[in-house]
């Protein structure tokens, strides 16, 4: 049990950390010592080397200076002699004279050791004896470096040899010193740095330990807990982030929740119609049995209906599914006023400013939106007034194109308009108007999709101008546009772009719309049959004038309708 708590232990993330730290703190030390000593060991030697280069050429000077003496030695031994005589010694230094006949001569003064006492130090360096002057290292009792200098007389042909040796370990005794004190700072330093790197370590992870308490207690049903943030470091800006990602599941999962209820309740009013008339239905009534039929059929389409559009919305968010490609705005403009005069006869559709600029866009989910904003405007609008489609680039500090809607309709009041573009959602407006309420969020998803968002604000004199507002970045004007263009500089003041490419993306655009389109229709004509299993589904959300029929309240919110004693009845 012991061993495998201490497994765990070395197992953290806090060990680990301290551990790689002092390991590299240590190996660092120890290079750093090493290379302080072995540097210093060869300064050491290289001042020996020069010290004993230095002491021949004084006891050279010494025996040619004494043959000009009136007591100069008459012999090489007797200059020997006279030089252990006079010479004084470092503290780590000593000598020795070694005659002609091969007897050593001791040193007069005092010396920190004699070669004399370790013989077998004492053959190594005179076996080396000749008529110049020799370096080295030997190693006997202790390691010393030495000079052999060769004297001889004028006159006398025999030579004298003068031995002189630095003790190396003693010449070192400081540099061990230093690396004895280095090595104690070194102990000190990584006792503390380990106990700071521990606090330090703990303090960073703990952000980390409580992002780990808080992710195993956080359940599908409780998003709410959040992570304290403390500091500014990059471990905060973790903390931060994944507070963002909690944020992001807990208004997902929400909006999961809210959706299954509110697609729920949409869809128990028709089955608890075809329900209910299914179990009154007279199989024996021919009238009956038809009226049920169509009626059945009716809230088949109608449940269709919402669950294409619930399908519709569940994709027109994702920006990975736009078809980015360059657009003509102002073609673009005038393309989706031609097509939203088709949505009703009976109001006066006017093409208002049109922006003179090229935007990357999905054309067929704008256009989609773009005109979604317009059969809603045609929707609320009375019969007979102006409803303007317009475009303009918004200079402002944040540069945007603005597609809007202007309609003569009642308007949105001011608490709904932060609440119009959820789902489910309706403006009242004291007549029916069929719709599923899932329009304007899928306005606002293809508007969310390209970077931008969708608002609505009412006009100076009456009605509602809807907006999508995208968000441009502004780019300067290519090298060549104009050219391309062959048009005056002042006509393409706007982004440039090539007419060529205008036109095919133009054309791509109006395709795309247009097969869509055909696709809609043909799904409409067609209808369900009777051997149909169940509705079709994967038809794009169609959207249609208002019929006298239709009595459905223009904004019904979800929660109120959920409380209302005939939705429970």
């Not at 077998?120 to 002057?133: E, F, K, M, N, P």
């Not at 001011?414 to 119009?420: F, M, N, P, T, Y």
């Not at 696709?519 to 019929?547: E, F, V, W």
Request: with cysteine; net charge negative.
């Amino acid at each position: 049990m012991v061993l495998g708590e201490l497994r765990n232990v070395m197992r953290s993330t806090r060990v680990r950390i301290l551990v790689a730290i002092l390991l590299a703190t240590t190996l660092s030390m120890t290079l750093v010592g090493v290379s302080t000593y072995t540097l210093g060991r060869q300064q050491t030697l290289a001042t020996i080397d020069a010290r004993l280069e230095h002491s021949a050429e004084l006891i050279a000077f010494m025996v040619v200076g004494s043959g000009d003496s009136a007591d100069a030695p008459a012999t090489s031994d007797a200059a020997v002699d006279a030089v252990m005589r006079r010479w004084i010694f470092a503290e780590d230094e000593t000598a020795i004279g070694v005659r002609a006949d091969g007897s050593t001569v001791a040193p007069s003064a005092p010396s920190a050791f004699r070669l004399d006492d370790d013989l077998q130090l004492l053959d190594t360096i005179t076996a080396r004896s000749s008529r110049g002057v020799v370096t080295g290292e030997a190693t006997g009792d202790r390691s010393v470096r030495y000079a052999i200098i060769p004297v001889q007389v004028v006159g006398d042909p025999s030579v004298a040899h003068v031995v002189i040796a630095t003790d190396v370990h003693a010449a070192l005794a400081e540099s061990r010193g230093i690396l004895a004190v280095e090595i104690v700072v070194a102990v000190v330093c990584l006792l503390l740095l380990g106990l700071v790197g521990w606090q330090l370590a703990g303090g960073l992870l703990h952000p980390i330990r409580l992002l780990r308490d808080a992710a195993a207690r956080i359940t599908e049903s409780d998003l709410d807990e959040r992570i304290p943030v403390v500091g500014r470091d990059d471990v905060s800006e973790l903390t931060t982030t994944v507070n963002g990602m909690l944020d992001r599941l807990d208004e997902a999962f929400t909006s999961q929740r809210q959706l299954l209820d509110d697609v729920g309740h949409e869809l128990k009013t028709p089955l608890t119609i075809v329900r209910g008339h299914l179990e009154l239905l007279d199989p024996s009534d021919p009238a009956e049995v038809a009226a049920t039929r169509d009626l059945a059929l009716d809230e088949l389409d109608r449940m269709s209906s919402l669950v294409a559009d619930i399908t519709e919305l569940s994709t027109a968010g994702l920006a990975s599914t736009l078809d980015r490609e360059p657009v003509d705005i102002e073609a673009f403009t005038a393309s989706v006023h031609e097509k939203a005069t088709a949505i009703s006869t009976e109001h006066e559709w006017t093409l208002g400013e049109q922006a003179a600029l090229t935007a990357d866009v999905d054309a067929g989910r704008l256009a989609q939106a773009w005109l979604q904003l317009a059969d809603n405007a045609a929707k609320y609008s009375p019969a007979g007034s102006t409803i303007v489609i317009s475009s303009r680039f918004d200079e402002s500090d944040d540069p945007a194109l603005v597609l809007s809607v202007a309609d003569d309709g009642p308007g949105v009041p001011e608490a709904l308009r932060e609440r119009i573009f959820d789902r489910f959602t309706r403006v009242s407006g004291g007549r029916g108007v069929a719709g599923s309420g899932l329009g304007l969020s899928i306005v606002q998803a293809i508007a969310a999709a390209h970077g931008g968002w969708a608002e609505v604000e009412d006009t100076q004199q009456a009605g509602s101008l809807f907006s999508i507002r995208l968000p441009l970045a502004v780019a300067d004007d290519d090298e060549g546009s104009d050219a391309d263009l062959d048009l005056d500089p002042d006509e393409t003041a706007a982004i440039p772009r090539s007419a060529m490419a205008q036109a095919i993306a133009l054309r791509e655009a109006q395709a795309a719309q247009e097969a869509a389109e055909a696709q809609t229709t043909a799904a409409m004509q067609a209808g369900p049959t009777p051997g149909d299993a169940r509705p079709t589904i994967d038809a794009p959300p169609r959207s249609r004038a208002p019929s006298p029929e239709d009595d459905f309240p223009d904004l019904v919110d979800t929660s109120a309708r959920r409380s209302a004693p005939e939705d429970h009845a």
